[in-house]
């Protein structure tokens, strides 16, 4: 089993940054890739940036040019910094991990921007 801890979510205003972290632990052999999701309020859960083993990046094109995904590999860790932040980024954001046929979602982590 893999487990995911994120981090790094808050209340920040228009145009700020914040930086998101999702640490795997456990059988983290076999993990083909990693990304961040988001559902805001009565909306469905939406892809914001993956990155594969082999670094591999895809963006939303709503979060492109102002998201950077990247991650550590030793640390089994994947960040999101999020710059020029809008009230339309807010939501709560999930780290998702593929491995093998299994997909694991961590438990959430609220952002908010406020105008």
């Known amino acids: 089993q893999v487990q995911l801890v994120e981090s790094g979510g808050g209340l920040v205003q228009f145009g700020g940054s914040l930086r998101l972290s999702c640490a795997a632990s456990?059988?983290?052999?076999?993990?083909?890739?990693m990304g961040w999701y988001r559902q805001a309020p009565g909306r469905q859960r939406e892809l914001v940036a993956i990155?594969?083993?082999?670094?591999?990046?895809n963006y939303a094109d709503s979060v492109k040019g102002r998201f950077t995904i990247s991650r550590n590999s030793a640390r089994n860790t994947v960040y999101l910094q999020m710059d020029s932040l809008k009230p339309d980024d807010t939501a709560v954001y999930y780290c998702?991990?593929?491995?093998?046929?299994?997909?694991?979602w961590g438990q959430g982590t609220q952002v908010t921007v406020s105008s």
């Open positions: 998702r991990c593929v491995r093998g046929i299994d997909i694991i």
């Open positions: 456990g059988s983290v052999f076999s993990i083909v890739n």
């Open positions: 990155i594969t083993t082999g670094g591999s990046t």
